[in-house]
């Protein structure tokens, strides 16, 4: 079995997508680093390389997100799972704060998410402010 996307799958992953990562909602087309497809279930944890488990994220999202599927609700201090973007909808887990330049989880495993993946580092809010004036973003 591949452990990476045939090109074919990666043109349907990022159409998918919408051009944007699946996590911080950065775009692609104003990316300085690669967009990857991430496992969301890591081929570690016997993940696939199947469309159903392949998500369109940013470098950074991806590197912090690793083979974790995992982190910890800062709220209750308790494990719950990641986001999925497969099964679940962002809305239902994030929110824009009112400039939208920062992403708030509005659930365990939307404020999770936020910290373990670092969702508001710096680079990526400085891009969302940039592309904000530029009436680029959200």
């Known amino acids: 079995m591949r452990n990476s996307p045939s090109p074919q799958q990666r043109q349907q992953i990022e159409a998918r997508a919408n051009g944007v990562c699946e996590y911080c909602k950065s775009?692609?087309?104003?990316?300085v680093q690669s967009f990857e497809c991430d496992h969301i279930i890591p081929l570690a944890l016997d993940g696939t390389t199947e469309l159903d488990n392949l998500a369109f994220a940013c470098g950074g999202c991806n590197r912090y997100k690793s083979a974790k599927v995992v982190g910890i609700d800062p709220d209750?201090?308790?494990p719950v799972p990641f986001f999925h973007p497969r099964q679940q909808i962002w809305d239902d887990h994030f929110i824009?704060?009112?400039t939208y330049a920062i992403i708030i989880g509005i659930t365990a495993t939307g404020r999770a998410t936020v910290n373990a993946l670092q969702?508001?580092?710096?680079g990526v809010v400085n891009l969302r402010r940039m592309l904000i004036m530029a009436n680029e973003h959200p």
Request: charged letters at 25%.
């Open 76 to 78: 209750s201090r308790q």
């Open 119 to 122: 969702l508001n580092r710096l």
């Open 96 to 98: 824009w704060n009112d």
């Open 27 to 31: 775009p692609v087309r104003y990316a």
